[in-house]
């Protein structure tokens, strides 16, 4: 699976954004799809991840209640809706995706296989 990520860019605290992750070389429906972020000189950590089979959604905790993850099978991609944009929120957005991702590792980079390169967001204050 090849995985192209897109949509990141400069918007100011407050504003909205939408991220795609379009797969190419197989199906997504197979796959749990996760998106991570890391910021210079940061670990790279979890931001949100949606299950292969039965569509569970887990959050970061820091992204609850602004960000929405989703998936449209039809045309392959996973978005990443990000509301309510913070400067914390600046990062390279990575999204990943893995065929044996269960329920507990949603969160484990290691659970993931296959990785885009990552687009930039950047929030100004």
């Known amino acids: 699976v090849q995985l192209q990520a897109s949509g990141g860019g400069t918007v100011q605290a407050g504003g909205s954004m939408r991220l795609s992750c379009a797969a190419s070389?197989?199906?997504?429906?197979?796959?749990?799809v996760a998106w991570f972020r890391q910021a210079p000189g940061i670990d790279r950590n979890f931001v949100a991840a949606?299950?292969?089979?039965?569509?569970?959604?887990v959050y970061a905790d820091s992204v609850k209640g602004r960000f929405t993850i989703s998936r449209d099978n039809a045309k392959n991609t996973v978005y990443l809706q990000m509301n309510s944009l913070r400067p914390d929120d600046t990062a390279v957005y990575y999204c990943?995706?893995?065929?044996?991702?269960?329920?507990?590792?949603?969160?484990?980079?290691?659970?993931?296989?296959?990785w885009g390169q990552g687009t930039l967001v950047t929030v100004s204050s």
């Open positions: 990943a995706a893995g065929p044996s991702v269960i329920s507990s590792n949603m969160a484990s980079r290691d659970a993931y296989y296959y």
């Open positions: 070389g197989r199906t997504l429906r197979g796959y749990a």
């Open positions: 949606i299950h292969r089979i039965d569509g569970s959604i």
